[in-house]
């Protein structure tokens, strides 16, 4: 049986993208803190099913509940980096990018004593248009990435680059792993079937059978989640319509959905998946 990926963005409702033009970054700390107990739920999910994941933690975060990647690392999941700020990295000039992913990095590995090899970008926001990222992240020491979404979308995407893990050269001739987010085919087209909101935008059996479709290629899929999509109590934020339905979309079908997916598929940590592969060291 495939392993796959599993793996969780760690981050509260009101870091997301979609009300980033409704929240300002000086707004945050007053806004009640939920990703602590809501990521604590997931744990206790994953546990319970002896299943390991990766927690792709925001420095933001590791900043203010410490004691929560502490927990996450002492159960012996693996603890990666999302970044500080959760801006979009092609918003970003190169050393703001440079000098918040070396911080966020050191916050973590100072917290765990582990080293971070793996690295996830707000919104998968490494596209053609911030490439140099993956130079950045390599020289930072990061050994893979997982922020390509290979499909087209308003906010990320890199279409046409390839559907499974694969050694990647940057443009200054480093070398970093990248597991691409998963896509299913449907009458030719990528369909995105990694996580998060198309997870609770398509009723389950859609799901599964694209990942379904995924590991029948002979291909491990990567799943992503984040901790407030299984929080339907969280406070509710003004924004566009557009921007609520992604947010709040059947945050209340997504847990017992989540039970299911563990259930019907073999699930570890991002490195482990990469080790199977062949791809990083076991
Ligand atoms: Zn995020």
């Known amino acids: 049986m495939i392993r796959n990926a599993l793996t969780v963005d760690v981050e509260d409702y009101f870091h997301v993208s979609a009300f980033a033009g409704s929240i300002s970054r000086d707004a945050w700390g007053d806004y009640p803190l ?74 973590i590995e100072d917290i765990t004593g582990c080293a971070v090899r793996g690295y996830r970008a707000a919104s998968y926001s490494i596209t053609p248009a911030s490439r140099w990222a993956l130079d950045v992240l390599a020289d930072a020491g990061f050994v893979y ?29 480093s070398t970093l792993v990248e597991f691409p987010l998963s896509t299913a085919r449907v009458f030719g087209y990528r369909m995105p079937v990694a996580g998060g909101g198309y997870f609770r935008l398509y009723p389950y059996a859609v799901s599964r059978a694209g990942l379904t479709q995924v590991n ?44 299911r997916l563990l259930a019907d598929f073999s699930f570890t940590s991002t490195w482990d998946v990469l080790a199977d592969q062949g791809l990083v060291a076991a």
């Open 34 to 107: 939920r990703v602590v107990d809501n990521t604590r739920r997931l744990l206790e999910l994953f546990d319970g099913r002896g299943v390991r994941a990766t927690f792709f933690v925001l420095g933001w975060v590791a900043e203010r509940a410490p004691e929560l990647v502490r927990e996450i690392s002492a159960k012996g999941h693996e603890v990666a980096c999302h970044g500080y700020s959760h801006q979009l990295v092609y918003r970003q000039t190169c050393e703001v990018f440079r000098q918040e992913t070396l911080h966020s990095k050191q916050l």
């Open 145 to 173: 990435d997982s922020s390509i979404f290979p499909v087209r979308h308003d906010r990320y995407g890199m279409p046409g680059t390839p559907e499974h893990p694969y050694r990647l050269d940057t443009d200054n001739g």
């Open 216 to 259: 029948r290629r002979g291909q491990p899929f990567i799943f992503y989640l984040h901790p407030w999509e299984i929080d339907p109590d969280q406070p509710r934020i003004q924004a566009g319509l557009l921007s609520r339905f992604r947010h709040y979309n059947n945050l209340d079908k997504c847990e017992g959905r989540l039970q």
